[in-house]
């Protein structure tokens, strides 16, 4: 079982949506990140969390340590918004390694 | 601007043949990563370093090598006994090793594919 999972797989909804990508992880963590990879490839870290819930824009994350698990939404989605999302943990034993999910494809719809 | 530049975009590597994927950084970062990705799985760590002159085996270290001769290159060769070598290749960096909470920077990515 991986130690980072990540659901749905993929997701598709309309402009204006509501979204929630979740993600589940089975080690002790120091932090917790959401990473956002455009069709291009590249990666841009989104939030780094350790606790509580972060802000930015239209995104929201929190994380619920006791429950090792983390939610990333989107309010008022639209079609720039579709990407992969990706949860990714560092542990605690092993910091520099990054355990990461596989990933949420999110498709936006107009 | 500062960032993280990777070439080529798109890498074809002939049987046999080693290959070298560029990574720089502007970013004054002490550490830098390559990670590779393949379809459906997340990312993986190939190698990591902390500072100059100095790199660590991820968890899947065999077929590739590394070095760190400059602060701000990364440069990652995929081997001859790298026998599944089809993959995209990220590489990232941060500030510094010693904090847990660093966030990552990421390259926008090398596609490597055999011939």
């Known amino acids: 079982k991986n130690e980072v999972e990540q659901s749905p797989q993929n997701l598709t909804a309309q402009e204006g949506e509501f979204i929630t990508i979740n993600c589940s992880y089975s080690?002790?963590?120091?932090?917790l990140h959401w990473l956002q990879q455009h069709p291009g490839g590249g990666i841009v870290s989104l939030f780094m969390l350790s606790s509580g819930k972060k802000k930015h824009g239209r995104l929201i994350a929190t994380i619920n340590i006791q429950e090792k698990h983390s939610s990333l939404h989107i309010t008022a989605s639209h079609p720039r918004d579709s990407a992969v999302y990706i949860c990714?943990?560092?542990?605690?034993?092993?910091?520099?390694?990054?355990?990461f999910g596989q990933g949420t494809r999110l498709t936006i719809n107009p | 601007d500062g960032g993280i530049t990777q070439s080529p975009k798109y890498l074809f590597r002939k049987e046999g043949q080693n290959v070298t994927l560029s990574c720089e950084q502007n970013?004054?970062?002490?550490?830098m990563y390559w990670y590779r990705q393949d379809p459906g799985q997340g990312l993986r760590l190939i190698y990591y370093s902390q500072i100059v002159n100095d790199f660590q085996k991820g968890d899947i270290a065999e077929g590739y090598s590394v070095s760190r001769e400059k602060k701000e290159s990364f440069p990652l060769t995929v081997t001859s006994a790298q026998k599944n070598p089809t993959a995209f290749y990220l590489c990232a960096s941060s500030i510094a090793r010693l904090r847990t909470n660093e966030k990552l920077f990421f390259g926008s990515g090398t596609q490597l594919s055999v011939l």
């Open positions: 990714a943990v560092r542990k605690i034993q092993g910091a520099q390694k990054l355990v």
């Open positions: 970013l004054n970062h002490d550490a």
């Open positions: 080690v002790g963590i120091s932090a």
